[in-house]
């Protein structure tokens, strides 16, 4: 059996972090068994889909790194629905219901006050011929519902471990409205059917909707997928994950200049009693996917940790990984450069910050009472092609020369080089600032624009 999960969003918004950590795992499910992931594109709300949040969607999984190996549109399989529908109708699997939203909330109401589940009754399966033709006359289109076995209905789910779904406790579900338009339960089954869905990897959410899902499948002929529902996310609080970050549009936490990977390496592991690592590449975090490390308590989703794991999947970034980033910066693509400023980064980005105290234009600090010493320090500059040792040369001469020692002798060096206290080793920024800009900075020359 060949592996195929898929992702379903329904392209009427923008994708959260919650619906990543349902593609990742549907991802890393399926690349972790060699077989194949699949984007579906819920889009038979055809009022509320657009192709603009397709396309976000599809950036979104391309920014994740999530390739999908197949992609289809729910909207091009109505032909497909409409077969299965009829079929089930024609097996009295689907039967025609008259009752408007009113009449159905009255019942509810009718069976709760005595104290009863409020299941639907299937009234209109005991409509007469004439009531029906009463209803039509009267302008009234039927809903449509699946009628359930009345049977439970038990899988192994691969999270959840053995579920049972008592369906004579649950109302037969419409699945098409009064309006004609499908609701999601036999499309997805259709769908993940007619592709072949080996693995159904989603939400809790939607347990309930699964046994009657198998019911379908099986009324259809399909192979009943094997299930894994896995917990929701909440904030790091336990409320909803209404509230920074975890609110935010993939797209805007893009922006925000997390990597990929310190998102994915997270959303990975929340909800795993295992620990969270700064993971570099896809294939390692393959490697170490085990949907049966997945726990059934929330999980929860803390910003700061995105944080502190962006910065750290940074420190550890190998350079041939940021080389061609650094390249499109116009940065220096030397592994020296890389490992020099890395550890100061908590964001890509930041290496723009670096390259400003490098090129500048630097403002140089430098504060009355260190002016002779910077003054001695402009002397003793080692002349011509700086490298990598001509700091500790430079600082170790003006160490013996002055007596100054510790952060007495960096750090006027350091504000006077870079106008700042604090940034990558001087060792490292020295050779990169250069002969020139070092003397005129010692000088106290403030840079232009132009010059940087
Ligand atoms: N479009 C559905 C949703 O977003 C898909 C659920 C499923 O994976 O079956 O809830």
Request: hydrophobic fraction near 40%.
């Amino acid at each position: 059996m060949t592996v195929r999960t898929r992702f379903a969003p329904s392209p009427t918004g923008l994708l959260h972090v919650g619906n990543a950590r349902a593609a990742l795992f549907c991802y890393l499910f399926a690349k972790g068994q060699s077989g194949q992931f699949i984007l579906r594109m819920d889009d038979t709300d055809e009022a509320r889909s657009t192709a603009e949040f397709a396309d976000a969607i599809k950036q979104d999984l391309a920014w994740l790194g999530l390739d999908y190996d197949e992609t289809f549109k729910q909207s091009e399989h109505f032909d497909k629905y409409q077969a299965a529908f009829e079929d089930l109708k024609a097996r009295g699997l689907v039967y025609a219901c008259y009752e408007t939203p009113d009449e159905l909330e009255r019942k509810r109401k009718r069976q709760l006050s005595r104290g009863l589940p409020p299941v639907y009754d299937r009234a209109a399966l005991q409509l007469s011929a004439d009531q029906i033709a009463a209803y039509e006359a009267e302008g009234r289109t039927p809903h449509y519902r699946f009628k359930l076995s009345g049977q439970p209905i038990i899988w192994d789910d691969m999270v959840r471990g053995e579920q049972k779904i008592e369906t004579a406790s649950l109302s037969d579900p419409v699945i098409r409205r009064a309006d004609g338009s499908w609701l999601y339960t036999l499309p997805s089954v259709v769908d993940d059917i007619d592709a072949k869905i080996s693995h159904v990897i989603r939400g809790e959410d939607h347990v309930t909707n699964s046994g009657a899902q198998i019911e379908i499948i099986e009324a259809l002929g399909g192979t009943v997928p094997v299930f894994a529902h896995f917990s929701l996310m909440l904030a790091a609080d336990g409320g909803a994950l209404s509230k920074r970050l975890g609110s935010l549009s993939l797209g805007d936490i893009r922006q925000s200049g997390v990597e990929p990977m310190a998102l994915n390496s997270l959303i990975a592991r929340l909800g795993t009693a295992d620990p969270v690592e700064p993971v570099q590449t896809m294939a390692q975090l393959i490697d170490g996917f085990d949907m049966s490390r997945l726990g059934r308590a929330p999980a929860r989703f803390d910003a700061e940790d995105v944080t502190r794991l962006n910065a750290r999947i940074l420190h550890e970034m190998p350079h041939e990984t940021a080389a061609p980033r650094l390249a499109d910066m116009g940065a220096p693509e030397a592994a020296e450069f890389w490992d020099g400023i890395k550890g100061n980064l908590t964001r890509f980005s930041d290496v723009q910050d670096i390259l400003r105290l490098i090129n500048g234009p630097v403002t140089p600090v430098i504060e009355e009472a260190d002016k002779d010493y910077i003054a001695a320090a402009l002397e003793a500059l080692p002349q011509g092609d700086l490298d990598e040792a001509s700091w500790s040369q430079w600082t170790q001469s003006l160490k013996e020369s002055t007596g100054r020692k510790g952060r007495a002798l960096f750090m006027p060096l350091r504000q006077a080089l870079t106008g700042q206290a604090h940034g990558p080793e001087m060792q490292h920024l020295l050779p990169l600032i250069g002969y020139d800009k070092a003397v005129a900075r010692l000088q106290g020359r403030e840079e232009s624009q132009a010059e940087g």
